[in-house]
């Protein structure tokens, strides 16, 4: 089990360092950050002391080297739109795209489960038919096409949710949030149905083909046999033996419901950094830009990370194969 966590630690660091690359090379070489500063007026002197202070006349790897230390310590620069540090933008927005990315992952697990095992039991019916059919649309249409059709249908035709925004918000601790306010339970309902929809189908349709192969082997003939109970031998036998491949894609899913808020925030303008980063791309913002791009980079690494050792749990085989690669 040592050896396999040295190893994804090792992965994920250079993950991270190849993901800060890249920001970096954002951050560097996408447009003229003295431009962007100081304008096309600035004189001669203004440019080379910003440059001085900057630190970009020295070489690339210094700079570079930089920019990591200043990302372990959360610093990402000052943004060109707002003149306010990248970081204090985040940390101001970031709890409204976890609070979604959240509602969204529990709507499409909860849901996603639930579904395959019925569609698997009952594979014959015409609700499972139904379903599966239905399940298509949430893998055909694009995130904002379902979101404008969520709109059109529960905020303009019925009136029952609103369209737009996070509704009221209050404050627990250093965290704001909306779920504890009726306006913003009512405000994340469009906006995390839409999110995990995709996500959603994906699992729901994983878990019943993996849960039709479980019940085809041998020990689930024995523990009927046994006499154990149908709903035993669903969840405690059958379930577990699907969860693997079921944590490796819901895994994966839940980092893209982050990195794809994007769309989702935008449709239904949700204050998060999804929202900022569109923003940002439309100023030319490069530190929000680079600084968004490092964040969902680390949150797909953690992410991984917390899978991969979830396989322990769920399997315990693993812990007898320490070169064991199964996982991401």
Same mark, same amino acid.
């Given at each position: 089990?040592?050896?396999?966590?040295?190893?994804?630690?090792?992965?994920?660091?250079?993950?991270?360092? %190849?993901?800060?690359?890249?920001?970096?090379?954002?951050?560097?070489?996408?447009?003229?950050?003295?431009?962007?500063?100081?304008?096309?007026?600035?004189?001669?002197?203004?440019?080379?002391?910003?440059? @001085?202070?900057?630190?970009?006349?020295?070489? !690339?790897?210094?700079?570079?080297?930089?920019?990591?230390?200043?990302?372990?310590?959360?610093? *990402?620069?000052?943004?060109?739109?707002?003149?306010?540090?990248?970081?204090?933008?985040?940390?101001?927005?970031?709890?409204?795209?976890?609070?979604?990315?959240?509602?969204?992952?529990?709507?499409? %697990?909860?849901?996603?489960?639930?579904? /395959?095992?019925?569609?698997?039991?009952?594979?014959?019916?015409?609700? =499972?038919?139904?379903?599966?059919?239905?399940?298509?649309?949430?893998?055909?249409?694009?995130?904002?096409?379902?979101?404008?059709?969520?709109?059109?249908?529960? =905020?303009?035709?019925?009136?029952?949710?609103?369209?737009?925004?996070?509704?009221?918000?209050?404050?627990?601790?250093?965290?704001?949030?909306?779920?504890?306010?009726?306006? /913003?339970?009512?405000?994340?309902?469009?906006?995390?149905?839409?999110?995990?929809?995709?996500?959603?189908?994906?699992?729901?349709?994983?878990?019943?083909?993996?849960?039709?192969?479980?019940?085809?082997?041998?020990?689930?003939?024995?523990?009927? =046999?046994?006499?154990?109970?149908?709903?035993?031998?669903? *969840?405690?036998?059958?379930?577990?033996?699907?969860?693997?491949?079921?944590?490796? !894609?819901?895994?994966?899913?839940?980092?893209?419901?982050?990195? *794809?808020?994007?769309?989702?925030?935008?449709?239904?303008?949700?204050?998060?950094?999804?929202?900022?980063?569109?923003?940002?791309?439309?100023?030319? @913002?490069?530190?929000?830009?680079?600084?968004?791009?490092?964040?969902?980079?680390?949150?797909?690494?953690?992410?991984?990370?917390?899978?991969?050792?979830?396989?322990?749990?769920? @399997?315990?085989?693993?812990?007898?194969?320490?070169?064991?690669?199964?996982?991401?």
């Amino acid at each position: 089990m040592l050896i396999i966590l040295l190893r994804r630690l090792y992965q994920a660091i250079f993950v991270l360092l %190849l993901v800060a690359l890249i920001s970096f090379c954002i951050f560097r070489f996408v447009g003229n950050p003295v431009d962007n500063i100081l304008g096309q007026e600035a004189t001669v002197e203004d440019r080379n002391e910003l440059i @001085d202070r900057m630190g970009l006349d020295d070489p !690339v790897i210094v700079q570079y080297g930089r920019f990591i230390w200043n990302a372990v310590r959360g610093e *990402f620069g000052i943004s060109y739109r707002t003149a306010e540090p990248v970081s204090a933008l985040i940390a101001e927005r970031l709890p409204a795209t976890l609070e979604l990315a959240f509602v969204s992952a529990f709507f499409a %697990l909860f849901f996603g489960v639930i579904l /395959g095992v019925y569609t698997a039991v009952r594979r014959q019916g015409f609700s =499972a038919h139904f379903i599966m059919t239905a399940s298509l649309v949430g893998v055909s249409l694009p995130t904002f096409l379902i979101g404008v059709l969520l709109i059109w249908l529960f =905020a303009v035709e019925l009136g029952w949710l609103p369209s737009f925004g996070r509704g009221d918000t209050i404050m627990i601790g250093a965290w704001e949030t909306g779920l504890f306010t009726i306006s /913003g339970l009512k405000s994340i309902i469009l906006p995390a149905v839409t999110l995990g929809l995709y996500q959603m189908t994906l699992i729901m349709r994983l878990v019943r083909s993996e849960m039709l192969e479980v019940l085809r082997q041998d020990f689930i003939k024995f523990a009927r =046999a046994r006499g154990l109970t149908e709903r035993m031998i669903l *969840f405690r036998h059958a379930l577990k033996n699907t969860l693997v491949p079921v944590t490796t !894609v819901a895994g994966l899913q839940i980092g893209s419901i982050v990195a *794809f808020a994007i769309i989702t925030e935008t449709v239904f303008q949700w204050p998060g950094v999804g929202l900022m980063f569109i923003n940002a791309v439309y100023f030319v @913002d490069v530190p929000v830009m680079s600084a968004y791009l490092l964040l969902v980079g680390t949150l797909f690494v953690i992410i991984n990370f917390i899978v991969d050792m979830l396989y322990f749990l769920i @399997d315990p085989r693993i812990k007898q194969d320490p070169l064991n690669r199964g996982g991401s």
